[in-house]
């Protein structure tokens, strides 16, 4: 590298550094009244759900996220070795806008064609997510075949559909990464499914329910799904780079 490639690095590895820590005090804000506000009206909405359909979502949630620590047919790409942190966050972005595009697409398919179908695209939106952090993890160098790997994408999941006060919590666990080391599940049965599926499926009911609402559906539903992309990329961009600084 260059004088000027080495200035030009630097200067990005600083804007990151900044970005980095207004991520880290947005992130560490307890709720909103807003967010209490909709977390209320979402759990009303919740009421008027029959169970069958709790029930059925709740378990497509569980098979594809548990997909994510057990996958072993989980195709991962190889860890992208020396480069720099702004060709690294080049293509992560790139990873992210071609996701939010095809995944936007999906929900608005989804949002015209009435409840079997936005049934059905629930598993397809929790497979993107899925193999778009596991391309961002190999992007920043790191190996999505490793357990511990597959542990940090799983708490980077909780940290982008959480409720705040459980994001606080996941936050604390990903900062001291290594501290917790002998404090993470070593098998999938050791994992607190329970939990991770409510926090997920409340986090992203209230939306989701609104892709069902007849003519409005269909863009409600590109929307809904571009923003839980763009959500889940930047959260993915925040955790990776906690790593980065802490190592480089």
Known sequence: MNDEATLNESAYRLKARAELDAWLAKVSMGPSPLGRAARGLQQRMNRLVPERVHAAV???IERMTRAIVVGADLTTARPLLDAPLSEREAKVRDRIAANRVAGAAEGGIAGAGGFLLN???????IATKI????????????DGADLDERLYILNIFQLAFSSAE???????RMRDWQ?????RPRTPDAVDWRRFQQEYRDYIDLAK?????PVVGAPIGAIVNYRLLDRLGETAI???????????
């Open 58 to 60: 709740t378990g497509v």
């Open 209 to 213: 329910l609104a892709q069902l609402i």
């Open 238 to 248: 925040g955790a990776y780079r906690m790593r980065w600084f802490a190592m480089n």
């Open 119 to 125: 049934l059905a695209e629930f598993p397809v939106l």
């Open 131 to 142: 193999r778009l952090l596991f391309e961002i993890a190999a992007l920043y160098g790191h």
């Open 179 to 183: 501290v917790y080391a002998d404090q």
């Open 166 to 172: 459980h994001r606080l919590d996941v936050l604390e």
